[in-house]
């Protein structure tokens, strides 16, 4: 029996201590910390896994340099320690990266002020990356000649982090991590809204969008992690929140690779806004765009591509400037923003803060999830599994859930790897090797997967 089968199964027979609706990045490191401390846990997505918002990402795990602006020292302070964490704990996923920032003679601030800024940046960093320097004009044409330095003032080099793979496949990794650890995940399955029976356990109506069947799944807790779709599924729930979700579209094109250094280049719109061109293997990715949406579906509109194409034209010097026929690809999606609706819907998207809220209604057992970035999604997993202790699910006691193997277990895999070749007239020793590698050593997606698989 495949995987899904067996887990789908499981899903109409058991009962848990958690549904997770959505395995995006807020669900996947949720079902990966709660199963990792024992709860019973069970994970379901309306389409791929990380196929929504989670897929459409800038792929940075940073401290959020630009919320400095708004004097968000905390939020950029937590995220600084998130990235670290992340560098930490998943060096060949997540690496360090120098973005280089081009200023020109009429941005708002001094050179010099944004120079400052990048060491107090650093210093909110702990000090964990390289540190940023400034550059004159002349060195930006030294080692980045395709920049435009015509209305150059100053550049500022820093770092912060990227993911190297991809952000679907760095959530993907959290979802096989629940599942190795006993979580019951299905993708292709939809809920339709849930409701309590008399004993006060959550009863959710579901739909396998594969075999058109529909059955129930019981659970003790509903965890509401649906991204840009919570509201509409706390609606289905009758479930009252104090936040809601603001939609912000974010638009990136991939073009051919413009520079070899691996580098981020960073520039200000016509916005005002940070905008970046970020190394994606032999292309290049442009953008974003930050423009308030009313629906979760988004698509990129010609004013989007237009407004990508003219600002990086205008920063860079290139032969010929870049227009639509050089697009190979588009990314589209909409971060969901964490908004009290007391504050009404017409808050300014670019503004807002992106930090995360978990509100919990106690009296019906049930949490949601609003807002949130990747790089913050450690902090997630470990406030989720706090709040359904204190719902009353008991817990083992806290460890750390996620990361890679330490450096001798990833010796011990690369070490078998060379020996591959030796076994190659050998398929059945190959494949014995190859399993205990995946069941032991390296997380299986990191060898059979290259995007989240359609079926699991
Ligand atoms: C353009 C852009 C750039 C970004 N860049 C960065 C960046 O560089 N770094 C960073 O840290 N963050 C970045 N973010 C933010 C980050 O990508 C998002 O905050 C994050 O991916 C949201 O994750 P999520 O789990 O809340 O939502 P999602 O990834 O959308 O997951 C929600 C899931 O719920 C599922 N779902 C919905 N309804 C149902 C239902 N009824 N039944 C079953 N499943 C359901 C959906 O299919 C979906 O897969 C960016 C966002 C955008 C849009």
């Known amino acids: 029996m495949a995987l899904r089968d067996t887990n789908i199964s499981r899903l109409s027979t058991e009962e848990f201590d958690a549904l997770i609706i959505g395995g995006g990045i807020n669900g996947a490191v949720s079902a990966a910390a709660l199963a990792a401390r024992g709860a019973r846990v069970a994970l379901i997505d309306a389409r791929d896994f990380a196929g929504f918002t989670s897929q459409q990402s800038s792929n940075l795990v940073w401290g959020g340099i630009k919320y400095m602006e708004g004097y968000e020292f905390g939020l950029v302070a937590g995220l600084c320690k998130s990235r670290n964490e992340l560098l930490d704990s998943f060096p060949s996923t997540v690496k360090e990266i120098r973005f280089l920032m081009t200023l020109t003679r009429k941005f708002r601030f001094h050179p010099w002020i944004i120079f400052a800024s990048t060491w107090l940046y650093w210093l909110l960093g702990r000090g964990k990356t390289r540190t940023p320097r400034i550059l004159s004009m002349g060195q930006i044409r030294e080692s980045e000649p395709l920049i435009d ?54 009863k959710t109506e579901v739909k396998d969008q594969i075999s058109g069947t529909t059955f129930t799944i019981r659970s003790k ?82 004013e989007d591509r237009d407004f990508v194409l003219s600002n990086i034209n205008a920063c860079l010097n290139l032969p010929k400037p870049l227009q639509r026929e050089d697009v190979i690809a588009e990314r589209c999606g909409v971060r969901p923003l964490a908004a009290l609706k007391s504050s009404g819907n017409s808050l300014d998207v670019k503004h807002m803060s992106r930090k995360h809220v978990i509100e919990v209604t106690d009296n019906r057992m049930h949490i949601s999830i609003f807002g949130g970035k990747l790089t913050d999604c450690l902090n997630v997993g470990d406030e989720i599994c706090d709040r359904v202790a204190q719902l009353g699910i008991e817990l083992q006691p806290a460890g750390k859930w996620y990361g890679e193997p330490d450096a001798q277990k990833r010796g011990e895999f690369s070490a078998g790897h060379t020996q591959w070749d030796s076994m190659k007239s050998s398929p059945a020793t190959l494949m014995r090797h190859s399993a205990n590698a995946c069941g032991d050593v390296m997380p299986p997606t990191q060898i059979s997967c290259s995007t989240p698989s359609k079926k699991i």
Request: glycine share 6%; hydrophobic share 40%; proline share 2%.
């Open 149 to 202: 330095t015509s209305d150059g003032r100053a550049g500022v080099e820093y770092s912060d982090a990227f993911l190297h793979d991809n952000d679907a496949r760095f959530v993907f990794n959290f979802v096989r991590s629940a599942i190795d650890k006993g979580c019951a995940a299905a993708n292709y399955i939809e809920s339709r809204g849930a409701m309590r029976d008399s004993a006060g356990h959550w």
């Open 221 to 302: 807790i509903l965890i509401n992690a649906a991204g840009a779709y919570v509201d509409q599924h706390n609606q289905l729930c009758d479930i009252e929140t104090r936040y809601q979700h603001l939609l912000s579209k974010g638009i990136h094109l991939i073009v051919p690779q413009i520079s070899e250094n691996h580098r981020v280049l960073a520039f200000f719109a016509s916005d005002e806004r940070l905008f970046f061109a970020i190394p994606m293997a032999n292309r290049t990715c442009i953008g974003t765009t930050d423009t308030l949406v009313h629906n979760p579906q988004t698509e990129v509109s010609d």
